[in-house]
């Protein structure tokens, strides 16, 4: 094992190999931190020519925009509200507001520190889970995901903050959009209305961008002033702070980044939904969370960050174990390894060890390259926060409309983020929380998926596997920890008043 | 002289453009209508399945035989075992010869079947050709018992096979078994052939339907036994055709899923496409086919290529969308339980009459009774199952031996 490790670190060693990966990490974070272009496109895009080359450095080359794409995706989230892809939607919720605050600096210095650590923590718990990874995989089956997934959903609770009914309707509100489209399972359409735009449902990249973009760009224009109004301070302060946040929360981090491996290893799940839980679960741990988070806490930003690239090396588990691509980016990837004599498999984990290794070694190397990179830029980036309404508003609607667009080429996409970013506007405006929309949007489809199969499989009975109640007893925790936390304040707080 | 310089400058400057204008119209009609122009390739499926492969190594290869070389990018767009990706082909992708797809090979038989979500007509799409020819295969695990076609068919076990849903192989192929008098069960929802394997490495199901190309692998990684085969045969399976073993009827529907695998990674454009455009495509896409780089790279990935003319294709979607209705409510009928009737005293009660033992085509057989879905009668009154007794002559609607009687009478 020691042979393959040092193998696969002197293969992604050489020249050209690292070149090949300063280029995957340049691109991912100039282009793939766009809103609406996502790694794939990017990767859809290099994958001819890395047919040209050797086994490695196409790993180098492929990899590395994946590897590394959560980390620049931060970026517009927190300076813009707009969410650069999937796995950053949960930045806005303390970035944006930090940025408010005149400290995006801390905010991005924060979020690249975390991305980091926490890319570092799920290339390192794939390494353990090498000898285990097939053992761990068959565990589960779709009773334990479908359970699993509620988890997710009983985050909504947490999502809700101070308004619990109305972050229930919301997630309800979510499920429904969930269920536009052909029914994957059936092929039955539903809530089509004959529209031939609705057969495909509601993408999350519109619907998140205008959800929590345009209403933004409402208020800037109300209030005319920029992102800011508050003095930026010294920037190279704010950066120094960030980066120390992230190590004075070492152990968020450490909890957030399993959350992401955890997220990474259910097929389907994905970064769009590991942002969530870990923010969820962060406010429902932190200490005073509860009145912090959502108004510029830097814990939300870390715990968030943290997980997205802890997740990556998490959602390699059932890839190279089976075979079964973590995410569609990740199928990708490998469809197109396939041509350079990499298949995902068994054989990654006996005779091809030392490339299962050179990933491991490009997650760690990636990370640390890009998070310096980002850091370097982060002044510059931190001065957009004091551009002019008139001008932050075009370029920031620009974003919106490119972004949603961008990610499946629909104009109905457009008028889609537009229709969400006026129920965003209302829902910002009454008190609604938006995330749990979100996460009912992404869980929807997968917990029903889940559970069709389950009951086929199973009857009801599916309910009473042991992997089912492990993990509902989990839920439970989830759900009566932070009640159990609340009433406990409570209590203390009518003792020192008496 | 002097004076002419100026309107002779700004002559020459204008005929110049001009002869530009003149010169590059020439060049846009000599290079046609793609240049410059993007071809969406739209992929029936996720990326990373063989569908996908197909998809992008004809993206990446068809464009250069394309006057004009356009750019090609690809599009996934998975859902509903293919109905999604034709549907969009159908009605919403641009008619000009820009959107080309890789769409599922039981196209016609979803049409004519008339499944779930089909709204596409595939008189309004315009066939390419096929990129290769292929092999569905019937697998199932190793820690089962049944290692035969005929062990399968006598299987007193309900058989589970994983499907993704209607519309797609996986689906097609234990449902027409089914029709067949096999004892087999439908999982839906499991998408993707790799997952359907996961899902037998687990135990969820026993076996599954998927192209041998995809499958290839598995049976070497995780043992899973092939029982047979449909479409093109191949040498390193040494398992029956399905064909030689089924009814008339099962034959039948054999040679219906069949037939389009022959053509089974099929492309096509929409409809409205001018005849000439449409045989350049057609060319182009027989040309990348015999393209050196591409059969490297198909052999690389362990693809095959084989290359069938737009025109058999078409013949292929007519043999199935003429089907005669009888075969094809045979097929369809398939999905349904299919029940039999027969009267006969009862010979033994087993678990408090939820078993009941009758013989049936000279064997004792038994069915399930449900409390809840199965009618229980003697003579005339409706009664709880445990009423009826040894001995006592009823009239049985069931499932098949073994299955869950839907209704019996007893006198």
């Given amino acids: ?498 | 002289m002097k004076k002419f310089t100026g309107p002779l400058a700004l002559g020459s400057l204008l005929a110049g453009v001009a002869a530009w204008g003149i010169a590059d119209t020439q060049a846009v009609n000599a290079q046609g209508f793609y240049k410059g122009k993007t071809i969406k390739m739209v992929v029936r499926s996720a990326p990373g399945g063989g569908y996908d492969f197909y998809g992008r190594l004809l993206a990446r290869h068809m464009a250069k035989y394309i006057p004009g070389n356009p750019n090609m990018i690809v599009i996934n767009m998975p859902g509903a075992g293919g109905i999604v990706a034709a549907n969009y082909m159908a009605s919403r992708a641009k008619k000009n010869g820009t959107e080309i797809a890789i769409l599922t090979r039981e196209l016609a038989l979803a049409q004519r079947t008339k499944e779930i979500g089909v709204r596409y007509d595939l008189e309004k799409l315009s066939a390419l050709g096929s990129a290769a020819s292929s092999t569905f295969l019937v697998v199932l695990g190793k820690n089962q018992p049944i290692r035969t076609y005929q062990q399968l068919k006598d299987s007193k076990k309900t058989v589970l096979f994983g499907a993704t849903g209607p519309g797609s192989g996986s689906y097609q192929y234990p449902s027409l078994l089914k029709k067949d008098g096999f004892n087999v069960k439908i999982i839906t929802g499991i998408i993707g052939g790799s997952a359907r394997f996961l899902a037998i490495e687990r135990g969820d199901t026993h076996g599954t339907a998927n192209s041998y190309e995809s499958t290839r692998k598995a049976i070497k990684e995780l043992g899973l036994i092939p029982i047979f085969y449909n479409g093109a045969p191949h040498k390193a399976l040494p398992v029956p055709h399905m064909s030689t073993l089924l009814s008339k009827e099962g034959k039948q529907l054999a040679a219906l899923l069949g037939a389009p695998l022959a053509a089974g990674r099929p492309f096509y454009t929409t409809s409205g496409v001018p005849a000439d455009r449409l045989k350049l495509l057609r060319d182009a896409f027989k040309a990348a086919l015999h393209d050196k780089e591409l059969l490297k790279e198909a052999k690389r990935a362990k693809r095959n290529v084989a290359w069938t003319a737009a025109g058999v294709m078409e013949k292929v979607n007519q043999e199935i969308l003429g089907a005669s209705d009888a075969v094809i409510s045979a097929y369809k009928s398939g999905a349904k339980k299919v029940y039999v009737k027969h009267t006969a005293p009862v010979t033994k009660i087993k678990k408090k009459g939820k078993r009941i033992y009758f013989t049936y085509k000279g064997k004792e057989i038994k069915v399930k009774v449900s409390g809840k879905r199965t009618k229980v009668q003697v003579n005339g009154k409706k009664v709880k199952r445990k009423a009826i007794k040894i001995g006592m002559t009823c009239k049985f609607k069931f499932a098949g031996p073994g299955g869950e009687a839907k209704y019996i009478k007893c006198k």
């Fill in chain 1, 1 to 498: 094992m020691i042979d393959a490790a040092i193998a696969g670190l002197i293969g992604i060693l050489q020249w050209k190999a690292l070149l090949l990966m300063m280029v995957g990490i340049v691109i991912s974070s100039t282009l793939v931190a766009m809103p609406g272009i996502g790694s794939k496109t990017a990767i859809a895009l290099l994958l001819p020519i890395a047919f040209t080359l050797n086994q490695f450095e196409a790993i180098c080359l492929i990899m590395s925009v994946w590897a590394v794409s959560n980390t620049a995706n931060s970026i517009t989230s927190i300076l813009f509200s707009v969410p650069g892809g999937g796995g950053s939607q949960a930045t806005i919720m303390d970035g944006y507001p930090m940025a408010k605050k005149g400290e995006a600096a801390r905010a991005l210095a924060a979020s690249f520190t975390s991305s980091a650590i926490g890319g570092i923590i799920g290339a390192i718990v794939l390494l353990v889970a090498i000898p285990i990874l097939r053992p761990l995989v068959l565990l589960l089956g779709p009773p334990e995901f479908f359970m699993l997934v509620m988890v997710g959903i009983a985050m909504v609770g947490a999502l809700s903050g101070k308004a619990p009914v109305k972050g229930i309707i919301a997630g309800g509100l979510g499920l429904i959009i969930s269920m536009v489209g052909v029914h994957i399972i059936t092929g039955l359409h539903r809530f089509t209305f004959d529209q031939i735009f609705l057969i495909d449902g509601f993408k999350l990249i519109p619907v998140t961008i205008g959800l929590f973009a345009i209403p933004e760009l409402i208020y800037m224009g109300v209030k005319g002033t920029g992102i800011s109004d508050l003095p930026l301070g010294d920037l190279s302060k704010g950066r120094k702070q960030g980066i120390q946040d992230a190590f004075t929360h070492r152990w968020l981090i450490l909890r957030s980044s399993l959350i992401g491996v955890w997220v990474g290893i259910i097929p389907g799940l994905g970064s769009a939904v590991a942002d969530w839980f870990a923010y969820g679960s962060a406010k429902q741990t932190c200490p005073g969370a509860r009145e912090t988070f959502g108004k510029g806490d830097v814990r939300g930003v870390i715990a968030v960050d943290a997980a997205t690239n802890a997740k990556e090396g998490g959602s390699l588990i059932p890839t190279l174990a089976f075979g079964i691509p973590g995410s569609s980016t990740l199928a990708l990837i490998f469809g197109g390894l396939i041509i350079v004599g990499i298949t995902p498999g068994r054989d990654m984990l006996t005779k091809d060890l030392h490339l299962t290794f050179s990933m491991i070694w490009l997650l760690i190397i990636g990370t640390i390259i890009t998070s310096i990179l980002c850091l370097t830029f982060t002044r510059q980036l931190a001065m957009a926060t004091k551009l002019r309404p008139t001008l932050m508003i075009p370029v920031i609607l620009a974003m919106a409309v490119i972004g949603s667009f961008a990610a499946s080429s629909r104009f109905e996409d457009v008028l889609i983020m537009f229709a969400f970013g006026t129920i965003g506007y209302f829902m910002r405006a009454g008190g609604w929380p938006r995330p749990p929309l979100l996460l009912g949007l992404v869980l929807g489809p997968i917990a029903e998926r889940h559970m069709w199969t389950s009951v086929q499989l199973h009857g009801v009975d599916f309910l009473w596997r042991p992997g089912v109640l492990i993990i509902f007893a989990l839920l439970v925790v989830c759900v009566a920890y932070p009640m159990f936390q609340d009433r406990n304040s409570k209590l203390r707080a009518q003792e020192t008043e008496s």
